[in-house]
């Protein structure tokens, strides 16, 4: 076709046994925003790591302006017009903005390099596209939404024509969102194509332009997106329609309090905390960025100092001055970034299933017994459905979805009481988003309270049976599921309403 600027087709590519490619294809038009949808492993990000060099294929062909090519590097992509931004940002943190723009391309004078004219051609690119930062900025003092945007700004120094963004909305806000939409715009609007990889459904109604859509690493369909609905594209993507995106609750709450936290709190980081959660119990925390959900969290897990507060579990005080403490008291913790936090990517699946809990493992002398090992790890591979040949396999190799199963099985083997789910679903397609609620509904019904800190207040609403709503360190409301609304939540979210405020009438 005469406007197809790239094709892919017949691609095929496995890894240590796992098919992760079979038989795709994939076409990009000119001048057009295309989105690739499907679960995690489904292989979209694979797809775009074969176009761009980072994998070699091991079967299939690609036509790049109408000649056949194969990458050999990422570089090389980037100077035939073709670049990517990864889901985890790739730049270099102690370095400025305009190192990192022109990293391994700076310009020179008398063979030195020439930092005025590299923060000169930096200052003009960042103009072009207003990009809100310095060419000096350190990039380890920027937001995420900042690297995101240098991050693009590195890409588009190549020249570009072809943009991948891969999950880039992950960790920003609505109001970044929309900055990176504008910028989108602007890129469409002077020719580059825009291959756009993301699960937020909401995101795609407002730039893109026609979709692709995989499952476990085979092409379904493509389509123009205003000629499929919503419904549609999620049938395709997990091969069955779900007609609730969140299962019907079978847990029973019980009046056993299994978690008391009284005015638990860290000068400086937020103010004093009070709640209980039940056994059965799934209580939401919520609220806008610099709510301090996660450093509440981190401090009841002990990774972070308490300067106040007393925890109760079953009515019993314990002390925790650290995650050890924590665990030992059935407290579990599953951080939002869980390749920093969650688990260690180096090591098996058979090994992260087990760290939290050696005791269950070795015997007296502490010597680890692999068959228990691989025991507990097939349990929960076959329980969390984990995508694996194997027990041994590498948890760098599996996809985001199935890593944070892994994280999930590592804590259930543990028979935590309590157990703190911080952004549970972020960076998940919404097939694996639903076996994750299965999971929470599962958990409350066998009796432990589970914290489910979430920014999408749909999911909030969705799933949880009180929600908890904080603002800037500060508890705003702690209200029941059944009687409020995204409007009301979003009033406590702001400051608009403090139900531990007293209200002053106006005469």
Known sequence: MSDTLLSMQGIYKSFAGVQALKDVKFSLKKGEVHALMGENGAGKS??????????????????????PVKFESVLAAQEQGISMIFQELNLIPHLSV?????????????????????????????????????????????SVAKQQMVEIAKALSFDVEVLIMDEPTSALTEREIDKLFELVDKLKAKGVCIVYISHRMN????????????????????????????DEIIAKMVGRSLDNHFPEKTAVISDDIVLKVENL?????????????????????????GAKRTEMARTLFGADPATSGRIL?????????????????????????????????????RENTTMASMDKVSNGAGVISHGDEVAASN??????????????QLVNNLSGGNQQKVVIGKWLFRDAKVMIFDEPTRGIDVGAKYAIYQLLDELAANGVGVIMISSELPEVLGMSDRVLVMKEGEVTGLIDRAGTNQEEIMQYATGVKNMFTPQVEVA
């Open 265 to 289: 709190g860290s000068d400086g980081v937020f103010d004093p905390v009070s709640f209980e959660l039940r056994k059965g119990e799934i209580l939401g925390v919520t609220g806008l960025v």
């Open 379 to 392: 349990t929960y591979i076959k329980k969390m459905e984990i995508k694996t040949p194997t027990v041994e």
């Open 46 to 67: 694979t797809l775009m790591k074969v176009l761009i060099g980072v994998h070699e294929a091991d079967e299939g062909e690609i036509v790049y302006k109408g000649k």
């Open 313 to 349: 579990i079953h009515g019993e005080d314990v002390c925790i001055n650290c995650p050890a403490d924590a665990i030992s008291a059935g407290i579990a913790y599953l951080s939002e970034d869980r390749k920093l936090n969650g688990v260690a990517v180096k090591m098996s699946i």
């Open 98 to 142: 305009a190192e990192n723009i022109f990293f391994a391309r700076e310009p020179l004078k008398s063979g030195i390099i020439d930092h005025k004219k590299m923060e000169a051609d930096a200052a003009e690119l960042l103009k072009v596209f207003d990009i809100d930062v310095k060419p000096t900025d350190i990039v380890n003092t920027l």
């Open 203 to 230: 995101e795609l109604k407002r730039i893109c332009d026609r979709i692709t859509i995989f499952r476990d690493g085979t092409y379904v369909s493509d389509h123009v997106f205003s000629e499929i609905s919503m």
